[in-house]
């Protein structure tokens, strides 16, 4: 998760003209970007948590939807969705069944999917990422 915490927080420094100190995505540092994000996880599970709070902290509007029941209603008035859910494993090694909502074919939300939320939501599209 925080490799994409990260990421996502050097997408918003890259690119900045530093006239204005402004960045690519309209942010100055300290400021949040003007961005609503839909984080689709296990309601109650702490990633999904750290994940709200991480984005808070950074864009203007967070809501949070359980990736099992993901509707397009859901995502509407938010710009991007983040698609995630925890390995399938947990540190003892045993095996937890997630479940990932099939989006319908005309999805048309901005969504980045990580993880095993990322392998069931692109495999379904027929796209090769998976667990290579």
């Known amino acids: 998760?925080?490799?994409?915490?990260?990421?996502?927080?050097?997408?918003?420094?890259?690119?900045?003209?530093?006239?204005?100190?402004?960045?690519?995505?309209?942010?100055?540092?300290?400021?949040?970007?003007?961005?609503?994000?839909?984080?689709?996880?296990e309601p109650d599970h702490p990633r999904t948590t750290d994940w709200k709070v991480f984005l808070e902290a950074h864009v203007r509007k967070v809501g949070v939807a359980d990736i099992a029941h993901l509707k397009a209603a859901d995502a509407e008035g938010f710009d991007v969705v983040v698609a995630d859910t925890p390995p399938p494993f947990d540190g003892s090694g045993a095996y937890k069944a997630r479940t990932v909502a099939k989006l319908p074919p005309d999805w048309d939300r901005a969504t980045v999917a990580l993880g095993y939320a990322a392998g069931s939501l692109l495999g379904d599209r027929k796209l090769k990422l998976d667990w290579l």
Do not use: R
């Not at 990421?7 to 003209?17: E, F, I, K, S, Y």
């Open 1 to 41: 998760m925080w490799f994409a915490a990260a990421a996502l927080l050097a997408a918003t420094v890259h690119g900045q003209d530093p006239a204005t100190g402004t960045s690519a995505a309209g942010a100055k540092p300290g400021e949040k970007l003007d961005v609503a994000v839909l984080y689709a996880g």
